[in-house]
């Protein structure tokens, strides 16, 4: 069965980075996007970056182009969110997200299928 496991998440001082990792199994097909999401106490969920692993094509949500980098490794399904110059309105719940037979990612939560467990990212002073 499809699974996706998160980790990576902690608390951190504004200004500073953490590195999200999501680990993938349970299915064989090269042709799926991975998305990061992420829900705020009190807010909608926000899709923040995602990326398709057929072509390694991203994209980003406005408020974390240019901190965050979402990046790849293939062949142990796996994909990780560098997340730099961390803010407090970044304080979230992270969940990872899987479509399959997907050839263009999408940054609506809708869109995916499967999701991890979350982790918790706390930005604060």
């Known amino acids: 069965q499809v699974q996706l496991v998160e980790s990576g998440g902690g608390l951190v001082q504004p200004g500073g980075s953490l590195r999200l990792s999501c680990a993938a199994s349970?299915?064989?097909?090269?042709?799926?996007?991975i998305g990061w999401i992420r829900q705020a106490p009190g807010k909608e969920r926000e899709g923040v970056s995602c990326i398709t692993n057929s072509d390694g094509s991203t994209f980003y949500a406005d408020s974390v182009k240019g901190r965050f980098t979402i990046s790849r490794d293939s062949a142990n399904k796996r994909v990780f969110l560098q997340m730099n110059s961390l803010k407090p309105e970044d304080t979230a719940d992270y969940y990872c997200a899987l479509v399959l037979t997907s050839y263009v990612c999408s940054l609506g939560y809708y869109e995916y299928d499967y999701w991890g467990q979350g982790t918790q990212v706390t930005v604060s002073s």
């Open positions: 349970g299915f064989t097909s090269d042709y799926y996007s």
